[in-house]
């Protein structure tokens, strides 16, 4: 009893007892080097190893993206489509049980069925016009597209319709709770997918500028939060994502925003990269860039040393505009990233996917893009647009929408009523 209460609240003298002792000693002092900041990229002992791998991936990436941003419009478009298939397979997949999914079998093809229709709905209502401007050549196929686009939205409710029926017909007894669960599951996936990704195909059209830029900043933002985190970060930033750094993070808004004043000069001097697309082909693109895009040159004032080699810059008006962007690139457009971080810890996954080395799924990478995406639509369309009526646009759909004897009787009631104001 004497030798018992001697050890007591001292080491333990068994070897089982030691050794439960320094495991729970062990997991104290993991405990706490993780609140103490052992989760950051500085204090992270393999961190070479994944930025290896991490640096050819992104490698990869670009270069990839490079050669489909010089193929033109349309490819873009498609590289756009194929990254909304993969982000909805990470998505389904998020909480897939299999156990039902095999007492269900077809139900996967349903979300799928609403996933296209969706996909439908959403590229019909964008391309129709350009579709038109495309297809004007051949008559029978010219009124086939007529018909399509006039009862597109007829089509695709048909389409929701029946996928709805076949829901409701697929139903089964002690499954309900997954099926109704997985229904709305599908329909908020198609709200993030489509929602946001549509305003992308919309920038993409208006003028490839407007989807490239927005879209670089975000991966220069990525790419030196990651730099500055990895060398410099100390300061955890946000308790949702535990290897974001506040050295990480204004490091990278530095440069992102001096990245959006310089790209900016270099991209608006394309008209590759300026002219908006009006149809679906893959041409070259000639057109007046507009006065965003004609440089404004700026003498330097005289306290510039002699020996600096400029005496005046050129400044494209477009670059004020772009560092709005980068901006909200660099400020707001991160907490899509720290949605998405929260988002995971709901779910208890790492990543959404494992289609990137280094980086996740897909979804990991287009966090932070869909919301750049739809911040850079709406600038543009508020900010930048100044007319949203044009001759061309009237005549267009005067075009598609009258038949030739309506179109005829438009022009004589225009003719006189011009003629009437000039007497």
Known sequence: MHKDSNNTGGAPSTPIARLRHRKRSSEALGEASKENGGRLLVNDHSKYKSMWIRAQSTIWMIGSFALVVYMGHLYITAMVVVIQIYMAKELFNLLRKANEERQLPGFRLLNWHFFFTAMLFVYGRILNQRLYNTVTSGKSLYQLVISLIKYHMAICYSLYIAGFMWFILTLKKKMYKYQFSQYAWTHMILIVVFTQSSFTVANIFEGIFWFLLPATLIVINDIFAYICGFFFGKTPLIKLSPKKTWEGFIGASITTMISAFVLANIMGRFLWLTCPRKDLSTGWLQCDPGPLFKPEYFTLPGWIPQWFPWKEISI????????????????????????????????KVKDFGDSIPGHGGITDRMDCQMVMAVFAYIYHQSFVVHQSVSVDMLMEQILRSLPYEEQYTLYMRLGEMIQGRLT
């Open 316 to 347: 494209l008006p477009v670059q004020w505009h772009a560092l709005c962007l980068g901006l909200f690139a660099s400020i707001i457009a991160p907490f899509g990233g720290f949605f998405a971080s929260g988002f995971k810890r709901a779910f």
